[in-house]
């Protein structure tokens, strides 16, 4: 059984530049959550993915977009970076999509720095 | 609008003691709650959850409770261990209306660190 893993591990940006982060969910899962964690807070929603359809999303402003694929593996785009932006971005992926109360796994997050 | 709140940033317990964690919620329509653990460069890895339908949940050393009328759970370790030191985060989920495409919503975090 694979677990999710996330690539890149670390990332430097230019202010105003675009960032594609991706995520390879587990074995059986169809469904991918995105979540930006800065410095000192808990995870914050961005938004999710099942069967290729973005499925809900929370506060964040459209420059924040994604994609699922049809092996359910996923990306997270980031237009016209901010300083503000810089946070550690972590995958989930889980089963049910909209009837979710199982536990999502964790990948172990992309590091991005925008300077 | 911070629904779920971890109002101790840290926690320091000795090895053999037991460790309470605690997370307070506003939000109402939260059914499902959750615990994770995170360690340095590593991604949160899920410990223990409970349904709201339960005041109780245990998984070995682990034991989470929930206190639906004050909107309030802990997660209790014992006996706590020098490699249960990490960042505990409690997360909620809502399926009100069957329309929850299962978003966690995290605490901040409490950093529990065990001393041999």
């Known amino acids: 059984e694979t677990g999710v893993t996330q690539s890149p591990t670390h990332l430097i940006k230019t202010r105003g530049q675009q960032v594609t982060l991706r995520c390879s969910s587990q074995s059986g899962h169809n469904t991918v959550s995105w979540y930006q964690q800065a410095l000192g807070q808990g995870p914050q929603f961005i938004f999710q993915?099942?069967?290729?359809?973005?499925?809900g999303r929370g506060n964040f402003p459209p420059r924040f977009s994604g994609l699922q694929f049809p092996n359910y593996s996923s990306e997270l785009n980031v237009n016209a970076l901010e300083l503000d932006d810089s946070a550690l971005y972590l995958c989930?992926?889980?089963?049910?999509?909209?009837?979710?109360?199982?536990?999502?796994?964790f990948g172990q997050g992309t590091r991005l720095t925008v300077v | 609008d911070q629904q779920v709140k971890q109002n101790s940033p840290s926690l320091s317990v000795q090895e053999g003691r037991i460790s309470i964690l605690n997370c307070d919620y506003t939000?109402?329509?939260?059914?499902?709650f959750l615990w994770y653990k995170k360690y340095p460069a590593e991604g949160p890895t899920f410990l223990i959850s409970i349904s709201s339908i339960k005041d109780k949940n245990e998984d070995g050393r682990f034991t989470v409770f929930l206190n639906k009328s004050a909107k309030h759970l802990s997660l209790h370790i014992v006996p706590s261990q020098p490699g249960d030191s990490a960042v505990y985060f409690c997360?909620?989920?809502?399926?009100?209306?069957?329309?929850?495409?299962?978003?966690?919503?995290f605490g901040q975090g409490t950093i529990l660190t065990v001393h041999p």
């Open positions: 989930a992926s889980s089963f049910g999509g909209r009837a979710l109360n199982t536990e999502a796994f």
């Open positions: 993915y099942y069967r290729e359809e973005e499925n």
């Open positions: 997360a909620a989920s809502s399926n009100a209306g069957g329309t929850s495409y299962g978003k966690l919503t």
């Open positions: 939000n109402s329509m939260f059914d499902y």
